[in-house]
């Protein structure tokens, strides 16, 4: 049985700090690129970062760039997204998301995702 578990949301004042951390199992960990996507009360989801599955590839949304960082670990089957400055436009659920389909191209894509966890909430102050 596939899981991806998210960790690490909390409530952050604005210009702070979160790391969230998903965490896999049930899977070839190495052979999926993994996505962050978040939404927001009201709004779709949307994407954040992505990394593809050897970490050669990733991307940003422009909203986040040079304040979020994504990574991987492939020993320890697990991606981080690293938050920083953040602000109150921030506040989401965070997801993240698996893809299997190695088209690095598309991680933007929510519909290329082939599984998903539960999420975790990001509240920022103002």
């Known amino acids: 049985q596939v899981q991806l578990v998210e960790s690490g949301g909390g409530l952050v004042q604005a210009g702070g700090s979160l790391r969230l951390s998903c965490a896999a199992s049930?899977?070839?960990?190495?052979?999926?690129?993994v996505g962050w996507f978040r939404q927001a009360p009201g709004k779709e989801r949307e994407f954040v970062a992505a990394?593809?599955?050897?970490?050669?590839?990733?991307d940003y949304a422009n909203s986040v760039k040079g304040r979020f960082t994504i990574a991987r670990d492939n020993a320890k089957n697990a991606v981080y997204l690293q938050m920083n400055s953040l602000k109150p436009e921030d506040t989401a659920v965070y997801y993240c998301?698996?893809?299997?389909?190695?088209?690095?191209?598309?991680?933007?894509?929510?519909?290329?995702?082939?599984?998903w966890g539960q999420g975790t909430q990001v509240t920022v102050s103002s």
């Open positions: 990394v593809d599955w050897i970490g050669a590839y990733i």
């Open positions: 998301g698996a893809e299997s389909g190695h088209q690095y191209y598309l991680l933007t894509n929510e519909e290329e995702y082939d599984y």
């Open positions: 049930g899977l070839t960990f190495s052979s999926y690129s």
